[in-house]
């Protein structure tokens, strides 16, 4: 399975914004620290403004920010958001479909609870638990000086949270 580049570029744009989130940040900002074409950042941005994942504010001090808490947004509905109307075989577009094996494969029933499951482990992961006592994270995308008590600290210093299942 490979992410699209619109749904990776999704989830460092909610990182840049979560790890920044005493500022407006620019698309320009984003597409430097993450390196990517403004364009493409641009409409990534558009997307998660259309379904409420950040807030776009216009004028000379412009740019955009979270729309709601990190901890309110589920990874696994951002992949579904950029994810979704891309089929992951063929099979799984009953338009375009020209496969011969349809009406007897199995393969498709495996690969659907594959993803169900993917999913499933996605919509347990929030933006907090990508962003939260991330001190590597933070020295990559903070715009300021300024590091959270857990880096200054050392403690919980890139430590992956535990699984809530």
């Keep these: 399975m490979r992410l699209t580049t619109r749904t990776n570029l999704a989830a460092r744009v909610l990182m840049f ?3 920044n989130p005493d500022r407006t940040v620019r698309t320009s900002d984003i597409a430097e620290y993450c390196n ?5 950042v641009a409409h990534v941005v558009q997307q998660l403004q259309s379904k ?12 955009l920010r979270l729309a709601r808490s990190p901890k309110s947004i589920s990874i696994g509905a951002v992949f579904r958001l950029f994810e979704t109307g891309i089929p992951f075989a063929e099979c799984f577009d009953q338009t375009t479909n020209t496969c011969p094996l349809t009406k ?5 029933g495996f690969i659907q609870r594959a993803l169900d499951a993917f999913y499933h ?3 347990m992961v929030t933006l907090d638990d990508l962003v939260r006592g991330n001190c590597g994270l933070q020295e990559l995308l903070a715009m300021s000086e300024r590091l959270t008590a857990d ?3 050392g403690a919980n210093p890139d430590r992956p949270l535990a699984s809530s299942a």
Excluded: Q, V
């Excluded at 990517?36 to 493409?40: A, F, G, L, Q, R």
């Design 17 to 19: 914004c979560a790890t």
């Design 36 to 40: 990517s074409s403004p364009n493409h």
């Design 52 to 63: 409420n994942f950040i807030e776009t504010l216009r004028g000379r001090s412009g740019g």
């Design 104 to 108: 007897s494969c199995r393969l498709r």
């Design 121 to 123: 482990e996605l919509d």
């Design 151 to 153: 880096c200054k600290t």
